[in-house]
């Protein structure tokens, strides 16, 4: 079965990198190639805009000769998208089996690879994502998986057809942490410590138990370790191929990557690491995405202004509060934390204010999160999803 990879380059050195990993890859996959870059709207000049989009093409052309001269048998075909970045690169994602794009540690990088870009497609593609660090190079390892009791079966999946096809050992990690008020649940003359990870051994071995079924020639290890996950699973994978974890699909890539330690896990990682929606775990495992239900209440998350206050910085510009609001039946139901975004005057209408985007809207992707997470705990589940951040809608009986 062919593949359809999209690999995202800039002429940096971390596109390089996931260039370079992508042609190893093609060594052991049929796979189609595209090779795209994304030219910013945002940052589009008036004039000069040619010599803009002739250098793009340069860049293009040259990844596409390196991938000719590596002399793997591979289909490649170019694109240049103009379009904000994290968007284009979602889009690429759309069309495609995997997204492939580098990673840098410095925050100053330009171009494709900028900032938290590679974690903010992490938390929303639908497709698995593979996430290839600056100066990669092939080295022999295992392919390590983190378990979670959430998306672990999605990411399963992946993990072990990728141990199969590098012929390695696929090693599955739980990490697990005894929260304190634990103790207040067991008599005093005992300890929770041996329960608990009894139940977190448990939990893993339900997890492994269906892969070892499906690869009977697969040899799959399972570790159990306590200590933060992002720790646990950094420390395991310098050693690995590549590293696996699952993602909710939700703007926040489940348990092993939360917050900035998670930050900081997927832009150091010592090795490349893949992201796997929840979603693609029907793909994986022949499973059909689960249908509206009749008679199923639904929920839809809108963006709105959270205040008319404008505080100006000056002469045509300012900002004003946001906020997302979960509405059912057009009533609001949820609301999340609020977070300033530009409002401008230049528009059309006089007054026309702006949707924010995370890369100016600081808070932006972090009130989304909370508001999803919230509506989730409350019995909701995810339905499907829209082109925006924000467009996401829930149902429940």
């Known amino acids: 079965m062919t593949e359809n990879v999209v690999v995202a380059v800039d002429g940096g050195t971390a596109s390089a990198a996931a260039l370079d990993w992508v042609i190893d890859r093609a060594r052991s996959v049929d796979m189609r190639l595209e090779i795209t870059t994304v030219v910013d709207v945002d940052w589009m000049p008036q004039i000069g805009l040619e010599a803009v989009l002739i250098e793009h093409e340069r860049t293009l052309q040259e990844a596409a000769t390196r991938v000719g001269a590596s002399g793997v048998a591979v289909r490649c075909s170019t694109t240049v998208q103009r379009d904000r970045p994290l968007h284009g690169l979602l889009a690429a994602a759309q069309r495609a089996d995997l ?5 840098h540690k410095s925050s100053t990088a330009v171009g494709i690879i900028n900032g938290t870009l590679p974690l903010a497609v992490a938390a929303r593609t639908r497709s698995p994502l593979v996430v290839v660090p600056v100066g990669w190079q092939h080295k022999e390892g295992p392919v390590i998986v983190g378990v979670d009791d ?12 990728e141990a199969d096809r ?79 974890v699952g993602s909710h699909g939700r703007g926040a890539v489940a348990g092993l990557l939360l917050g900035s330690v998670g930050h900081d896990l997927l832009m150091n990682m010592p090795s490349p690491v893949a992201i796997v929606p929840r979603t693609a775990r029907s793909e994986a495992e022949g499973v059909p995405e689960p249908a509206a239900r009749p008679g199923a209440r639904t929920l839809r998350i809108e963006l709105q202004t959270a205040s008319l206050a404008v ?44 949707a924010p985007r995370e890369e100016w809207a600081p808070g932006m992707t972090e009130a989304l999160d909370e508001l999803a997470l919230e509506i989730e705990r409350a019995g909701w589940t995810e339905l499907s999803r829209g082109e925006r951040p924000w467009d996401i809608t829930f149902e429940r009986s």
């Open 99 to 103: 997204l492939v794009i580098g990673s």
């Open 150 to 161: 959430e998306t672990g079966t999605a990411a399963m999946a992946f993990a072990a057809a």
């Open 166 to 244: 590098l012929q390695t050992t696929l090693v599955a990690v739980r990490a697990w942490k005894l929260p304190p008020a634990a103790y207040g649940a067991w008599p005093p003359d005992s300890s929770p410590y041996d329960d608990v990870k009894r139940a977190e051994g448990a939990l893993l071995e339900t997890m492994v138990s269906p892969v070892r079924a499906r690869h009977e020639h697969l040899p799959i290890d399972s570790l159990l370790e306590d200590g933060r996950p992002s720790v646990v699973l950094a420390q395991r994978a310098s050693s690995a191929q590549l590293a696996v």
């Open 311 to 354: 505080t100006l910085f000056g002469l045509g510009a300012g900002t004003q509060q946001w906020q997302f609001v979960g509405t059912v039946d057009g009533h609001p139901a949820f609301r999340s934390p609020t977070f300033a975004a530009p409002y401008t005057w230049g528009g059309i209408p006089l007054g026309k204010t702006v």
